[in-house]
């Protein structure tokens, strides 16, 4: 569950930032805010989270989630379709800092050429100083690692290339 100190300190970033709406799962719980129109109030919405490894949906009262670019989102479909459609993009699922190592000093979670299975950790994302350990979620490769460490990323953003077996 999200505490309400937390939701102010994300509604306050999303406020000062580009971004439209903003979408996180932690815990079971599903959080969603976007930045009204001119004529709309603040719209906070607490959910339980589905327990699906598909792509979350948007409430049918929500717009589609744009990037910081406020280009739309792409389909999860699309979103996973790189130059060659043979690799699978795993992407972020919220928007925070990427860390490659559990600590600073320690090996990567993953490197190229490393074999992943669905439940291994490829990186952590940190949000409101919450540390999220991402997993694979597919078997195979991986053929790239698409950011830096210490580097912010959005939701939806591409983090690994990974060549499925």
Do not use: W
Request: charged share 20%.
């Amino acid at each position: 569950m999200f505490k309400l100190s937390e939701i102010k300190e994300l509604i306050k970033l999303i406020d000062q930032s580009s971004l439209h709406e903003l979408e996180i799962e932690n815990e079971g719980s599903r959080l969603t805010i976007r930045k009204p129109n001119k004529t709309e109030p603040v719209f906070v919405s607490p959910s339980q989270a589905q327990q699906t490894f598909a792509p979350v949906v948007a409430h049918t009262h929500a717009a589609p989630v744009p990037s910081i670019a406020e280009a739309p989102a792409a389909p999860a479909a699309d979103r996973n379709r790189t130059a060659d459609a043979n690799l699978h993009t795993i992407v972020s699922p919220m928007v925070g800092t990427f860390y490659q190592s559990p600590s600073p000093g320690a090996p990567a979670f993953v490197s190229k050429g490393d074999h992943v299975n669905e439940k291994t950790v490829v990186c952590i994302i940190e949000a409101m100083k919450l540390m999220n350990e991402i997993e694979a979620e597919i078997k195979g490769e991986i053929v790239d690692i698409l950011v830096e460490n210490g580097q912010l990323v959005e939701f939806g953003q591409p983090l690994f290339l990974v060549k499925p077996e």
